[in-house]
T-cell receptor
């Protein structure tokens, strides 16, 4: 079954404690991206990757890092989380021209 | 730069009546347009997509959307609402004229379906 898998689904952490949210896809898509969803703002792109070792900033990259060492994986790293990063996060994958497939989301709370 | 405006943040209909969710977009190139649905505590599911073929696009669960270039609109419709349609709906445009290929989301329309 084609899918995008994110882990964990829920995470509560404290300010400043590094964390990683994993994302994996099984569709051999070259394009992967991370979005955050906040009430009234829709989804905003954090980072994207067009292929292995090719990543770039989206609209709201501050406070986040990513890496793309393998085609299927695209982890999101928060080196020093802050309360304003409390949000619902989605990983997505696609080819360069088609619709995106989304993971189930990770609800992050930073206290 | 591209943008998407969903004209209603909330829409409430009665079960069995038509649904209209409105979306206007701005894009400097021939856009790829999508509608996604998000049920509570769920991910995003693709309802339908427009990618420069037929202007009337049929999707899942009886939803349709019509691409009108002259009006820069891509409104979502359904002839008869069902209780299970209650969810949040996002109109999305994909940037096709730069390498970034970003998806730009509208702010969402929450659909309520009254019994």
């Amino acid at each position: 079954e084609a899918q995008v898998t994110q882990n964990p689904r829920y995470l509560i952490t404290v300010t400043g404690k590094k964390l990683t949210v994993t994302c994996s896809q099984n569709m051999n898509h070259e394009y992967m991206s991370w979005y955050r969803q906040d009430p009234g703002l829709g989804l905003r792109q954090i980072y994207y990757s067009m292929n292995v070792e090719v990543t770039d900033k989206g609209d709201v990259p501050e406070g986040y890092k990513v890496s793309r060492k393998e085609k299927r994986n695209f982890p999101l790293i928060l080196e020093s989380p802050s309360p304003n990063q409390t949000s619902l996060y989605f990983c997505a994958s696609s080819t360069m021209n088609t619709e995106a497939f989304f993971g189930q989301g990770t609800r992050l709370t930073v206290v | 730069a591209q943008s998407v405006t969903q004209l209603d943040s909330h829409v409430s209909v009665s079960e069995g009546t038509p649904v209209l969710l409105r979306c206007n977009y701005s894009s400097s190139y021939s856009p790829s347009l999508f509608w996604y649905v998000q049920h509570p505590n769920k991910g995003l599911q693709l309802l339908l997509k427009y990618t420069s073929a037929a202007t009337l696009v049929k999707g899942i669960n009886g939803f349709e959307a019509e691409f009108k270039k002259s009006e820069t609109s891509f409104h979502l419709t359904k002839p008869s609402a069902h209780m299970s349609d209650a969810a949040e709906y996002f109109c999305v445009v994909r940037d096709m004229d730069t390498g970034r290929r970003a998806l730009t989301f509208g702010s969402g329309t929450r659909l309520q379906v009254q019994p």
